[in-house]
């Protein structure tokens, strides 16, 4: 038989103390954390300009180089294309150009003449609208930091 202290297993609590839970979580799990409130109503205004300039920077700056890049890769193929075509390595049927490009600009005529949005996309620009108008601060230091980053 097993002694009152031999083998019996101790039910042991830990007890959390929620504050101290709070103060040792990491920053950004405060910063992008699941809240009840807009930014303007967590963060004062110097928190959401910083917030929104660096952010803004940074998809500017991303968005500079991305662009850059783009835009060289097509100018690079137009290029491309245009030097076969001079020196005979392809033959582009003009003909067929000018009727795919008139069919095209059919179509365009066509979709631009209803010009209703789907109740999807007039949702989600609702949406936009909502979160703009409660976070101006944020959305200002937001289109500030994009441009620099644009503009870096």
Known sequence: MAGPGRGAKEDTFHVLDLAEYTKNRPWWRKVFG???GSSAEKY?????LVIGGV???CTGFIFQKVGKLAATAVGGGFFLLQVANHTGYIKVDWKLVER???KAKQQLKLHSSGNKMSPEVKSRVDEVIIFLKKN???TGGFAG????????
């Open 55 to 57: 952010t803004g920077w």
């Open 34 to 36: 699941p809240s009840s």
């Open 100 to 102: 795919d490009v008139n």
């Open 145 to 152: 930091g994009f441009l620099l980053g644009m503009a870096s």
């Open 136 to 138: 101006v601060i944020l």
């Open 44 to 48: 004062n205004v110097a928190t959401q």
